[in-house]
DNA sequence: TCTGGGGTCCTAGGACCC
DNA sequence: TCTGGGGTCCTAGGACCC
């Protein structure tokens, strides 16, 4: 079973903002040169669509409400829907915040996947509101096209029998792994549908393609498709990067390189552990892009050595101004990492790893390699240097972004302000920022529970208005039925969870 | 209208090793 | 004496996904 929620961000919006129903919403970066992240129903009426500048978006439709992400309040609703998925199956796979896969073989309702589809869109629903599009085959491919057929709201089946059907008919551009680029060169083939790539040569396809895609297309082709739902996979990279609003000149360059890679850092503290290959990336105005990478001879969790990579990782790019945009990514991840040693054996350009394990301490006591080390910090380091989270943040604090790790509540400023972001006042209670011009706030007083409320104009400077954390996910106002579900009833009793209503007939 | 940010995987070439 | 074949690791770029 493929589930994918509709609309995702644009619908935890709307369901946190009663007052937007019905009306074309925009998720995504307001600034200059934001894109959409997700458009809902009533703006892809207009043209809108995700990926696209945001300032094409509004022109489109001008009175799209443009909200800036709130990716906490995505994280509980995917966090609540994916343990939803796992009552039906211990084997589920998210993709990403909004979809996932679940291998139904490997719950209770291997003899009903039907059933469990149909249980997991109510159930779902039913415990926060949001509505997913669901598919069913035997595959991965199979499932994952069945549930973009008929969205929003989607219910397919494909039975092993109406494969060929249903795939042969389908752009190849709707494979998984097909974008724009191939389906360039397959049509140079004349090959547009699954139907015409079924009909190629193997050789062929790998010729133009390359060996993995050319032969992944070949099985694609012909419904084979034998990968698992994995639970769980270990990241290879963390990163970050930021397109400013506004190019940066050469001086301005080696401070937010410490910007951006104090929040790569801070994913890699979040990971636990450390980093061998440091990858700078440089995008100039003219959208050229860059990228210099320095391996060390060992995987350090240190700030210090790190940056030192990646400044000399700039320095290689030759980056001439303006920038655009600076990212860094930490690769050859694990779970333990260097500490730094004394001077005289960590000279540059050791390059024999086994002349510096003498010297070397034994990194964190009782945790082998593979083993999650719950921090850094505190690992016996004297010199400090180790990832701290405090010291992190003391170098980042200019960064307005990062609100997903921002503690909350604290003080809505001028600086922080954001049109969607949630803010209590004293008096009206909760509610959400609608407008911000020239120190005044706007605020709407509705939320999940409410229907549309009314809008209070504030002057931040006097008035105080805290920044909030999101409504936590919730059922909403009417209930899906669950009845008629058959023999599962008793099941599904089971399966509601403290918190949820029963369901209504 | 002027192009985000988090990732994964693949390819090709070069260095290096046996 | 005039050039094999296996392999690994690293780098840069690019395609792709959501």
């Not at 109406?162 to 090959?191: C, N, S």
């Not at 779970?335 to 002349?355: K, N, Y």
């Not at 209670?429 to 999940?448: C, L, M, N, Q, Y």
């Amino acid at each position: 079973m493929h589930v994918d929620a509709d609309s995702f961000f644009a619908s935890v919006e709307t369901r946190h903002k009663p007052s937007l129903a019905r009306t074309p919403v925009l998720v995504g970066g307001a600034g200059p040169r934001g894109v959409v992240a997700t458009a809902n129903y009533e703006a892809r009426a207009f043209g809108c669509r995700s990926a696209m500048p945001m300032s094409q978006a509004r022109v489109l439709c001008p009175t799209a409400m443009v909200l800036t992400p709130r990716f906490g309040a995505y994280a509980a609703h995917s966090a609540l829907i994916m343990d939803t998925l796992r009552q039906l199956s211990p084997l589920v796979q998210p993709v990403s915040l909004d979809e996932a896969f679940v291998d139904l073989a490997a719950g209770p309702f291997a003899a009903d996947p039907v059933v469990a589809a149909d249980l997991a869109r109510r159930l779902v629903y039913n415990r926060c509101g949001l509505v997913v599009s669901v598919g069913l085959g035997r595959s991965k491919l199979i499932a994952k096209l069945a549930s973009d057929e008929d969205k929003p709201h989607g219910f397919t089946v494909v039975p092993g029998d109406d494969e060929d059907e249903f795939l042969m008919p389908k752009p190849v551009g709707a494979l998984w792994g097909v974008g724009p680029a191939t389906q360039a060169t397959l049509r140079t083939l004349g090959i547009r549908t699954v139907a015409d790539l079924r009909a190629a040569a193997r050789d062929e396809l790998v010729r133009a393609l390359g060996e993995a895609a050319g032969w992944n297309l070949y099985r694609l082709a012909r419904g084979d498709d034998p990968r698992p739902v994995v639970v769980e996979r270990e990241a290879k990279s963390v990163g970050a990067e930021q397109t400013f609003a506004q190019d940066l000149l050469r001086w301005e360059l080696p401070g937010a390189l410490d910007a951006v890679l104090a929040r790569a850092l801070r994913r890699l503290a979040r990971h636990g552990g450390g980093a061998r290959t440091v990858t700078v990336k440089v995008r100039l105005s003219d959208f050229t892009t860059l990228t210099r990478s320095v391996t060390l001879a060992h995987p350090t969790a240190e700030a210090d050595q790190l940056r030192e990579a990646a400044t000399a990782a700039l320095t290689a790019a030759k980056a001439v101004e303006p920038v655009r945009l600076l990212g860094v990514s930490l690769s050859g991840l694990t779970h333990w990492a260097q500490l730094r040693l004394p001077e005289d054996a960590t000279g540059s350009g050791v390059e024999d790893p086994d002349s510096l394990k003498v010297t070397t301490e034994p990194l964190s006591v009782g945790t082998a390699p593979g083993e999650p080390l719950p921090a850094v910090e505190g690992t016996g380091s004297r010199d400090g240097e180790v990832l701290d989270e405090a010291a992190l943040r003391s170098f980042a604090d200019d960064e307005p972004e990062d609100s997903d790790e921002e503690r909350l509540p604290a003080p809505l400023t001028l600086h922080t302000v954001a049109v969607g972001l949630d803010v209590a006042h004293p008096e009206h209670g909760a509610g959400w920022v609608v407008k911000s011009e020239d120190g005044h706030v706007t605020v709407r007083f509705e939320g999940p529970g409410t229907g549309p409320g009314p809008e209070r104009t504030f002057d931040v400077r006097r008035e105080p208005l805290m920044r909030v954390a999101p409504p936590e996910p919730c059922p909403p106002p009417r209930l899906t039925s669950l009845a008629g579900l058959g023999e599962v009833e008793d099941l599904t009793a089971k399966l509601l969870l403290p918190g949820t209503a029963p369901p209504t007939p």
